[in-house]
Nanobody
Framework: VQLVESGGGLAQPGGSLRLSCAAS????????MSWYRQAPGTELELVAG????????NIADSVKGRFAISRDNAKNTVYLQMNSLKPEDTAVYYC????????????WGQGTQVTVSS
């Protein structure tokens, strides 16, 4: 089982980044997917989630209107489009897979750093 995040890096305030999380080793379409983030000294924060077939999404209030989550089950990939980035969005971003019918089964990626700074 692997979840590999990519697309992180340095962005200017007001800029955009798109994170990708490529999954392998499990039946991607059977899993709800989420993006979490953690800034230094803070707790892990749920940023966005999407159901296994993409019918429903949820976005944290802190990023609502700026971030969007989507998935492509044919490519076994989940995305996080991040627009109007702010310095407070700086964090390590992780993707997580959770088996829809058995939520105790979860997999995590290794994380990708996003830094928003001028």
């Amino acid at each position: 089982v692997q979840l590999v995040e990519s697309g992180g890096g340095l962005a200017q305030p007001g800029g955009s980044l798109r994170l990708s999380c490529a999954a392998s080793g499990f039946i991607f379409s059977s899993y709800d997917m989420s993006w979490y983030r953690q800034a230094p000294g803070t707790e892990l924060e749920l940023v966005a989630g999407i159901t296994n077939v993409g019918g429903m999404t949820n976005i944290a209030d802190s990023v609502k209107g700026r971030f969007a989550i989507s998935r492509d089950n044919a490519k076994n990939t989940v995305y996080l489009q991040m627009n109007s980035l702010k310095p407070e969005d700086t964090a390590v971003y992780y993707c997580r897979a959770r088996l829809t019918i058995r939520p105790s089964i979860r997999y995590w990626g290794q994380g990708t750093q996003v830094t928003v700074s001028s």
